[in-house]
């Protein structure tokens, strides 16, 4: 099993910044990627972005630009970095992790998520 920890989370006006973490333990061996999730109150839950092992990163349109995923040299952390934050990026955040193969990202892992709130 892998075990995913999300911290960051809060409230922010619009335009502001917020930066997301997530550490990963366990049997971090069975992965090779890990992401962002969010979903927003009735609305399904999106990928934002994703990374894998090399360093290749995915973003959803919505937040291409403003959003930029990182990770740490161990690879057990993963970071979020979310600048230009607007209202509609308001909703519960989670990390993920899983395979990442042949360019797409398949979350097997998810973490307990965290609140971003975007109000004035």
């Known amino acids: 099993q892998v075990q995913l920890v999300e911290s960051g989370g809060g409230l922010v006006q619009p335009g502001g910044s917020l930066r997301l973490s997530c550490a990963a333990s366990g049997s971090i061996f069975r992965i090779n990627g890990m992401g962002w999730s969010r979903q927003a109150p009735g609305k399904q839950r999106e990928l934002v972005a994703s990374?894998?092992?090399?360093?290749?990163?995915n973003y959803a349109d919505s937040v291409k630009g403003r959003f930029t995923i990182s990770r740490d040299t161990a690879q057990v952390t993963v970071y979020l970095q979310m600048n230009s934050l607007k209202p509609e990026d308001t909703a519960v955040y989670y990390c993920?992790?899983?395979?990442?193969?042949?360019?797409?990202?398949?979350?097997?892992?998810w973490g307990q998520g965290t609140q971003v709130t975007v109000s004035p």
């Open positions: 990374i894998n092992s090399g360093n290749i990163t």
């Open positions: 993920n992790a899983g395979a990442w193969s042949r360019g797409s990202y398949y979350p097997g892992y």
